[in-house]
């Protein structure tokens, strides 16, 4: 069975920093492409970031250069680093495997991990 546990969300101000944690069970993170979503209050869930087996990441243009996605494969865990955050970056934060040529997520969400900033 698929586990997938968010953490490290919280409260910050504005140009804040927080990293988040995706540790993962029944799958391993270092041969699925992995993303984290974010779904803001009244709007849709969306793909931030995603890396792939070979180490390739992508970024949304709304967090490039501040949100940076990078896993440790010896704890089989997920990270998002954000820095400069922003207001609208408020959301509840998950991570998810996802198909690697259909982005379409693969397993159950999480409970996911709230960030919220502050102006």
């Known amino acids: 069975q698929v586990q997938l546990v968010e953490s490290g969300g919280g409260l910050v101000q504005t140009g804040g920093s927080l990293r988040l944690s995706c540790a993962a069970s029944g799958i391993m993170t270092s041969i699925n492409t992995m993303g984290w979503y974010r779904q803001a209050p009244g709007k849709q869930r969306e793909l931030v970031a995603a890396?792939?087996?070979?180490?390739?990441?992508i970024h949304a243009d709304s967090v490039k250069g501040r949100f940076t996605i990078s896993r440790d494969n010896a704890k089989n865990t997920v990270y998002l680093q954000m820095n400069s955050l922003k207001p609208e970056d408020t959301a509840v934060y998950y991570c998810n495997a996802v198909g690697p040529t259909s982005w379409v997520p693969l397993y159950a969400w999480g409970q996911g991990t709230l960030v919220t900033v502050s102006s």
């Open positions: 890396i792939r087996p070979s180490g390739t990441t």
